[in-house]
């Protein structure tokens, strides 16, 4: 069975020697110093390696079963659960006025990054609540925060997003979920979703569902889609639970992945709903959370590449087959173990250095939601939105691919269900799709973010590439970093002036060229991000850190990524500056 050790070590990396967060000006940073952080780290560590890792493979066998409209989670989960939430783990980063441990955001996402890699579909129940807390953080009026947000802080009341449904996905313009107005203010929610993750289950006592459905009488498509707030159980104002409200399960999906996690059918039969936020502004209120939740989902793709990784190590160190092509290296034994072939090696290497680099990408963007919300940072603000598309769809491509890379260590036991592999990239698969799919990020990318606010904060990123390649143009230590980030950036920047000169003349040769874009984007931020760490690890060395090997190990790691990676950048160029002819030169009848 796999196992899971948090990287806590390398999480103190990033947060201390790249991001210096101690030293960010940003409320609650300051209390992040080495031995707090450590001390949740280690703290977080246990109870996600010893208790919820433990379950991933229960949930992935037993799945979830539906029996008179009642759905119950694979054994265990609810114990496990519960004792996630009595340590006051699911509020971690929520307002303390509402029972939250209040602290910064990019310390909630090294913890939700631990219970992501131990068990993906656990950390969806208290994930979705956060997202669902954030919306009523964000829009709700006073009462309502009163009412649902201490309980959705400690869980005992779970959150769920509803958006999906069964002819409008990516385009929630075609919506049909009716609201109609009541003469009390409230709404009666009529309609069918699907898809809903964490819709029904038996793991806590209340479960709220933010709704999209258009209001009778709006405008016409999206522009007529409001969000309401649709308890399982109406509550009462003393704060109990009421009746059960119009809303039930109809059926569960069976699906490739996230077994243990209720992917439901949810019917909406005239049930009570609150409004949140502004008639008509549903979408709104909607996308002040995108950022959160799709770099929530970008986290994912760095949680199975990690898990997966992990056992990759433990099983190319332990299965011996054939000899280092060198010479024995275990001549006593009857083969050398995988890790000596050199092909093993830069399988290893590709999955090293791509978690390691997403790692620091996630919390530097998680950084960048901190600057922008708690010190009203607009540029942090117009980055992040930039750069959220690339975070989601680029993380979670190749978060994916890594999971099969660590699948193939294992040969032919990787594609058997015994050894646990092929659940890394089962459970992956689904963050390439869902909070948008990964198309869909890159056409955001391309057609709506490179041009926002007049393609400020485009510049905004190539000036701090700029910046601080010119910065450390002289440190020898680290040239071959700046080098290659110094390509990779140019042929990002290149890219993007084909798109300004050709998209308005032929919007399809950008489109086509979408999803190379958002992968060109990716690969420079992760080089930056290696050369950032690159600098960090040789000031530790230069300071005569007492752990030297963990930062040459980083340099190591580090050339690999700019060496082996980065040069992808030019094939991304390639593939955009040959337009859109060879993607739609054949006519539709033709395939
Ligand atoms: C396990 C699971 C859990 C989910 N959880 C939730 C949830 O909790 N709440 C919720 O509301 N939804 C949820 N979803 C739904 C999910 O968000 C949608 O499936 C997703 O947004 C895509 O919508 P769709 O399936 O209708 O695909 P479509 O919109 O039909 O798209 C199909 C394909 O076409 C591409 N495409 C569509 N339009 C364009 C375009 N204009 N340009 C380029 N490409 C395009 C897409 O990239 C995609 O690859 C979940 C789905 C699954 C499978």
Redesign the pocket.
Known sequence: MPTYTAPTKDMAFVLHDVLDVENEKIPGYEDLTPDFTSAVLEEAGKITGEVIAPLNVVGDKEGCTLENGVVRTPTGFKAAFDQFREGGWTGIASDAEYGGQGMPYILGMAVSEMVSSANQAFGMYSG?TNGAYAAIHAHGTDEQKQTYLPKMVSCEWTG?????ESH????LGLMRTKADPQEDGSYKITGQ?I???SGEHDMSENIIHLVLAKIAGGPEGIKGVSLFIVPKFMVNEDGSLGDRNGVAVGSI?E?MG?HGNS?CVMNYDGATGYLLGTEHKGMRAMFTMMNHARLGVAMQGLSQAEAAYQNAVIYAKDRLQGRAVTGAENPDGPADPLIVHPDVRRSLMDQKSFVEGARAFVYWGAMMIDRAEENGDKDADGLISLLTPVLKGFLTDKGYDMTVQAQQIYGGHGYIEEWGMSQFTRDAR?AM????????QA?DLVGRKLAQDGGKHVMAFFDMVKNFISENKEDEAIADFIAPLKQASKDLQTAGMFFMQEGMKNPNAALSGSSDFMHLFGHVCMGLMWARMAKAATSALDAGTDDPDFYKNKLVTGRYYMQRQLPATGMHLARIQSGAENVMGLDAEAF
Do not use: P
């Not at 769920?160 to 999906?164: A, F, Q, V, Y």
């Not at 409008?168 to 385009?171: F, N, S, V, Y």
């Open positions: 979705l769920t997003m509803n958006l999906t409008c996905g990516t385009d979703k898809f809903i993750s999906e699906k996230i992917t689904i799709i869902y909070e948008g799919a990964n198309g869909v056409l």
